[in-house]
């Protein structure tokens, strides 16, 4: 049993266990505390688990978790991952793109509240050694607020008639109650369709 990571309220812990109920190798777990208590460790399940090894978890914002890999299609070594969890289940592993993943075994990556910087270990250069990762993401401050998108369309006749006796009155009937009297109409809808 090792490897622990702890929700951001203190009471989950998440770890990695060779325990023998689980998928193979390591498989991560994690354990509630209700009333000072910690519950028995839940496994994860088959969409983190392999018959490989799962180690080094971390959660971010109780609803992403990062960990590493032998399994999952991984491409050297261990690999780091990430899975959200949505209507309380997680969702199929994704491999974290380069330079987080090499040929090597990359892992126990961690990351700050706002996930710019943070760290992850591989041993890329023949020893394990620690990695920092700052992110480029340009800061934007005093945004406008984004607008709900509107659904204008002009509407006109291209064809042309020639009539000399007849006199012609274009009406437009857009659909949703509106009828406009003209040989161009323009009108905004609310949405699609």
């Known amino acids: 049993v090792g490897y622990p990571c702890i929700s951001s309220d203190g009471k989950r812990l998440y770890f990695a266990s060779e325990k023998p ?4 190798g390591y498989d991560l777990y994690y354990s509630d505390l209700v009333n000072d208590v910690w519950k028995e460790p839940v496994n994860l399940g088959q969409t983190i688990n392999t018959n490989e090894n799962e180690v080094f978890p ?5 609803t992403r978790l990062y960990f590493a890999s032998r399994g999952h299609g991984s491409e050297g070594g261990l690999d780091i ?3 959200d969890l949505i209507d309380g289940k997680w969702i199929l592993p994704v491999r974290m793109p380069k330079p987080f993943n090499s040929r090597s075994d990359d892992f126990a990556l961690v990351a700050n509240e706002e996930m710019d910087t943070g760290y992850f270990a591989s041993n890329r250069k023949g020893t394990d050694d620690i990695y920092m990762f700052v992110s480029t993401f340009p800061s934007f401050d005093k945004c406008p607020p984004q607008v709900d998108e509107e659904f204008c369309y002009e509407f006109y ?3 042309t008639m020639s009539l000399d006796t007849t006199t012609l009155r274009y009406e437009w009937d857009l ?3 509106t009828k406009i009297r003209d040989i161009r109409a323009q009108h905004c809808y609310s949405e699609p369709g």
């Not at 109920?21 to 193979?24: A, H, I, K, L, P």
């Not at 971390?58 to 109780?62: K, L, N, Q, T, V």
Request: proline share 0%; charged share 15%.
């Open 58 to 62: 971390f959660i971010y914002h109780d």
């Open 21 to 24: 109920s689980g998928y193979g």
């Open 175 to 177: 659909g949703d109650g």
């Open 157 to 159: 006749e291209s064809g």
């Open 81 to 83: 991952f990430y899975s």
